[in-house]
């Protein structure tokens, strides 16, 4: 034991002695050594030389560069780290700034650009495509034309530029921009309104990503303190390449923490697969239809576990403290490769406000495979969904997290067979749960909106316990769900009366008109009660107004426990932690320690018989 120590400390002693700390700085160039006093110019310079352990420090200033990191770190603790500076403004822009408008009629303008100008890709001739993205009745490009950072509206008529009309009287809809291409060149038109282009800060997105590596399987990197916007990024469907504007491509252990990401065509942050498995398997003259996507995601996910999907190759990501907004796809998102990792404490909003386009794969966090995942302590509104779990969710814990104000539902959970548990989430849209999944536990939410439970016919894999090794396929009959000490102030749990298979349902409060299960025997329904949920904004700060009533507290609660919530029928496993132990839901939304004789229901423990606001972010 005493060598295999020493062994560690002269490790470790080794990795602080070789490893280097590179800087960038706008003064820099990139023939410089990379040091404080003879920094690069760019990032990529720093990127292109360094070394597992290594630190690449950018100070202030606008980077507008692509980050392709040729390599990664080996481990956890010896990764490749890339920060912005202690207190400095760095941002890594997928942007050019653009001036030589000239003015063709009114307030609309435009500008010639030569082709050479973007490179090998062009987002004014590339078109958003994929498997279930689905346009409408026009063609979308990945481009984007900014006025001081608002990002204008894409037009398909040149004529809708010249006259613009505010859309569903959204504020700025009618600040349009439409483009067209020959072989030489680009042309882009814009209505500025009252704004002179040459005169403000007029950008265009020229590249696809920010911070995205080309190959796979590059580990352990650190990305901490950036703001990362504008990129051209495309439709990111789960049997596609999925590239965001910072983005994992099929690689384990990155941490993606304390960053601004915003303005992405597509997709913000991805955790997504790789392309060699498949790039689209549908057919894009069906605009957008997969006809039998069934059976060919189904392909697509045996094609991986051949591969040598597991915990070894991919995931164990961690998304943390990060603000993230104006993405027209998702916030998160990632198919197959965010198995076994964190997302948590970022606060996303904002995602789909434009509404030009539509598809399958949207929402402020949106995962395919959810294997072991912790999905906690995340903002999500003014999203399409919140979060969405699509196929095989199985051992993931989604908890504490604040939802409201989504165009669907805050919580989507498809064709999972479980288990997964969610706990001391509070869930404020119209429609608060969409489950069509089994294997589901429901304990200590606040729940304003609808709950849905349905049926499915397609099969999806099953794996076992913390693995990716697949042991069955199966249907979603409806049923298998757990329900305990749960408020619902919209609509309540008398759905899974149709339920086939068995349901295991008690202690929860129904109120302004929720009902209860016909089978539950220790409830609380006050149909006449209305607790006058709201949210307050002060500052920033947001608050949570709630009436509780005397009678809420009348209910004899059981402790949520492994042992109470058994095994899950189809994927036969218990509700554990992602590492394997029994779980017990002794604390609440705080993290404060619940009564562990009779917990009171919903996310909050130490909640009055009175009018109540309390601080939730």
Request: glycine content about 10%; hydrophobic content about 35%; overall charge negative.
């Amino acid at each position: 034991m005493k060598r295999i120590l020493l062994t560690l400390v002269i490790l470790c002693f080794n990795i602080l002695l070789f490893a280097r700390e590179y800087h960038v700085s706008k003064s820099g160039n990139d023939s410089n050594e990379g040091s404080l006093k003879s920094p690069f110019l760019t990032i990529q310079a720093a990127a292109n030389i360094a070394q597992p352990g290594d630190i690449i420090t950018v100070h202030e200033g606008i980077y507008r560069e692509y980050v392709n990191p040729l390599r990664g770190g080996t481990s956890h603790t010896e990764r490749i780290i890339y920060q912005a500076a202690k207190g400095e403004r760095v941002e890594i822009s997928g942007s050019e700034v653009i001036k030589g408008w000239t003015r063709i009629k009114g307030s609309t303008w435009k500008v010639s650009i030569p082709n050479s100008f973007f490179g090998d890709y062009n987002p004014y001739m590339v078109v958003i495509t994929g498997d279930w993205f689905f346009p409408g009745d026009r063609e979308h490009h990945t481009g984007e034309v900014y006025l001081n950072e608002k990002s204008l509206y894409e037009k398909d008529l040149i004529e809708q530029v010249l006259n613009p009309i505010n859309h569903e009287n959204k504020k700025g809809s009618d600040y349009t921009w439409y483009c067209e291409s020959d072989n030489d060149t680009t042309y882009i038109y814009a209505n500025f309104h009252g704004y002179d282009p040459n005169r403000e800060n007029v950008e265009i997105n020229v590249r696809k990503t920010c911070f995205y590596p080309t190959e796979t399987g590059v580990n352990y990197i650190t990305v901490r303190g950036f703001i990362i916007t504008q990129a051209a990024t495309p439709w990111s469907p789960p049997t596609a390449e999925q590239i965001g504007i910072i983005g994992t491509n099929w690689s384990k252990g990155w941490i993606i923490e304390d960053n601004i990401i915003s303005n992405s065509r597509c997709a913000g942050i991805t955790l997504g697969k790789d392309r060699k498995s498949g790039n689209n398997v549908g057919n894009p003259a069906e605009n957008g239809r997969v006809p039998d996507g069934v059976r060919l995601y189904n392909e697509v996910v045996d094609k991986v576990i051949k591969s040598g999907w597991s915990k070894k190759l991919v995931g164990s990501h961690i998304v943390r403290n990060n603000e993230i907004f104006y993405c027209e796809q998702a916030g998160i998102c990632g198919s197959l490769g965010a198995i076994f990792s964190t997302i948590s404490n970022n606060h996303i909003h904002d995602i789909y406000i434009k509404r030009q386009f539509t598809g399958f794969e949207m929402g402020g966090i949106k995962i395919h495979a959810a294997i072991d995942m912790v999905i906690d302590k995340n903002h999500i509104h003014d999203a399409y969904k919140g979060i969405w779990l699509d196929w095989m969710a199985q051992g993931t814990r989604i908890s504490n997290n604040i939802c409201y104000n989504n165009m669907h539902q805050d919580l989507f959970l498809e064709v999972n067979h479980g288990p997964v548990l969610v706990g001391n989430n509070i869930l404020l849209s119209p429609f608060g749960i969409r489950n069509l999944s089994t294997g589901t536990a429901y304990v200590h939410n606040l729940v304003a909106g609808k709950v849905y439970f349905g049926t499915e016919e397609r099969t999806t894999p099953v794996f076992k316990p913390h693995t990716t090794e697949k042991i069955a396929v199966s249907d979603i009959p409806g049923g298998d769900d757990r329900y305990y000490n749960n408020i619902f102030a919209g609509e309540g749990l008398e759905k899974y009366e149709k339920a086939e298979l068995p349901v295991h349902i008690n202690g929860n409060v129904y109120l302004g008109g929720a009902k209860s299960f016909v089978k539950e025997k220790d409830f609380v329904e006050k149909g006449e009660f209305n607790p006058e949920i709201r949210l307050e904004d002060e500052d920033g700060i947001i608050y949570l107004h709630i009436i509780y009533d005397e009678d809420l507290f009348d209910l004899n609660n059981d402790l949520v426990t492994t042992d109470l919530l058994g095994k899950t029928i189809i994927s036969k496993q218990y509700f554990e932690t992602t590492g394997g132990s029994p779980v017990t839901i002794d604390t609440d939304f705080f993290g404060d320690i619940r009564n562990r004789k009779n917990p009171v229901a919903g996310p909050f423990e130490s909640i009055k018989p009175a009018a109540n606001k309390i601080k939730i972010w």
